[in-house]
């Protein structure tokens, strides 16, 4: 089973730009495989922080720029289908 760790990064960041060059925020999704989607919410909530700072050493962002979001609200701002 797969759980996505869903975030907003602003876009104050300058990681993305609209079609007439203006920053503006991205959304990002890390795809992980877990053996049940019951995961403790507390273990969960470290799996948010810790794919944060992930996204932040690895796009070298500041991490207060990265805001944890919902699943739909990461639909809702890509192209991407729900799989």
Do not use: H
Not at 32 to 59: H, R, W
Request: proline share 4%; glycine share 8%; hydrophobic share 25%.
């Amino acid at each position: 089973m797969k759980i996505r760790l869903c975030y907003r990064v602003e876009k104050e960041a300058g990681w993305g730009e609209d079609e007439y060059g203006n920053p503006t925020e991205v959304y990002s999704c890390i795809k992980m495989d877990c053996k049940t989607y019951n995961i403790p919410n507390g273990e969960y909530q470290e799996l948010v922080k810790v794919g944060k700072k992930l996204t932040a050493g690895s796009f070298n962002i500041e991490e207060k720029l990265i805001t944890p979001i919902t699943l739909n609200e990461y639909l809702d701002n890509t192209e991407e289908d729900e799989d």
